[in-house]
């Protein structure tokens, strides 16, 4: 009885190591088109961790709105069908136990040093949504409340392809890359009207190897960085 316990102790342990256990999640958000999907995504996504993954597919042209912070902890796959299928980020707030900006950031990819994830971005637009003013502009507020579009911290591979990204007006960076490596952005456009001293296009941070970007162009309106 004995021998058969470690048997399948060993058999368990072996199936956790080759990622046999791993979730596999499909988030189809075509149905959703013109509504915001912030908490819906965050339902999905909870729980999960760098040995599973999880694909976010935008099947319909059309808009999908974030008001908030999108963390995922797994490896993500998310595309659409073209730069008409559109990420349209708001300035969210917090409602009725909503809270909108759990990071500084609206999405966040987020791996650890041990465990790197891998992220793939593909045919589709991650756009700030149009407004007056200049949003999160920190010397206007008693802390500090720039924002990203995307962050990815500790992935051993990030794919950005057919991507185009527009923030304009606001203290915001497209790109934050932190610790990744065999990092690619091929056939982008992304753009950056902030017109202030802060945010950028493309942070790449901390240990980094192998960058490779091709046919990418970046456009940037402001007196800070690209």
């Known amino acids: 009885m004995k021998r058969i316990f470690i048997l399948c ?6 199936f956790f190591a080759c990622g046999a256990w791993a979730k596999n999640v499909t988030i189809n958000l075509s ?20 040995s599973d993954q999880a694909t976010i597919t935008l099947g319909k042209k059309g ?5 908030g912070t999108v963390e995922a902890k797994c490896n993500i796959i998310m595309k659409g069908v073209g730069k008409k299928s559109r990420f349209v980020l708001c300035n969210g707030t917090d409602t009725n136990g909503f809270k909108a900006f759990t990071d500084d950031t609206f999405f966040a990819f987020i791996g650890t040093l041990q465990n790197p994830i891998t992220v793939e971005i593909s045919n589709l637009s991650i756009n700030l949504q149009e407004h007056k003013g200049l949003w999160w502009n920190k010397k206007n507020d008693s802390v500090r409340t720039e924002k990203f579009a995307v962050k990815i911290y500790h992935a051993k591979k990030v794919d950005v392809s057919k991507v185009n990204s527009l923030l304009k007006n606001a203290v915001c960076t497209n790109f934050n890359l932190r610790i990744c490596s065999n990092i690619t952005f091929h056939d982008c456009v992304l753009e950056n009207y902030n017109n202030c001293f802060a ?5 790449i941070e901390g240990r980094t190897n192998n960058v490779n970007r091709t046919r990418t162009v970046f456009n940037k309106y402001a007196n800070g960085e690209a």
């Open 199 to 203: 945010g950028g296009i493309l942070w």
């Open 63 to 67: 808009e999908y709105y974030i008001s």
């Open 9 to 14: 102790f060993e058999l368990a342990f072996m």
């Open 31 to 50: 149905p959703y088109k013109g509504k915001d999907v912030t908490l819906m995504l965050r339902n999905h996504l909870s729980g999960l961790n760098a």
